[in-house]
């Protein structure tokens, strides 16, 4: 999808430990204005995803058809059921096994966050508050690609634009 259009976003979860029980951060970005949205699941599987984006959804209402008009994913057994339960408000689209590039917005985001979160860091033991700290330094960073304006504030002029169009 090209990174023209607003509403097209990358999903994905960063690990901590490689242990089944410790937590995952669940990253989602919206690819023309690089805004991340990252939330903490106890685990890395389907029903903890499934119930994050259900969360999600519920949490912006009625507009988040349009907010999310499609979501890409890897081919991981945590993003099994986001293809049905997703069905008939945001297309989802899987990228090929071992094809980190057709997600780049993702990768060069998520290598953000282990400045913070080096790899092998117990995610159990990172606050909701921390994360949210993260969230908020990556999304206030003045980007060249966005004319040094901040994803935030890139995110925030396209809701404008779509609230004037309504």
Known sequence: MQKKYFGHWEIDTLIGTKTKDDSVLLTLVERKTRFKIMLKIHQKSKEFVNKAMKQ?????????????KTITSDNGSEFAGIYEMLTGITDVYFVHPYASYERGTKENQHKLVRRFIP???????????????????????PRK????????QAFLDELKAFVDQQ
């Open 56 to 68: 999600l959804y519920e949490r912006i209402g009625n507009q988040a058809a349009d907010l999310f």
């Open 119 to 141: 790899k092998g860091e117990c995610l159990a033991d990172i606050s909701a508050n921390t994360i949210n700290q993260i969230q908020n330094w990556m999304n206030n960073i």
């Open 145 to 152: 690609i966005l004319g040094y304006r901040t994803a935030k």
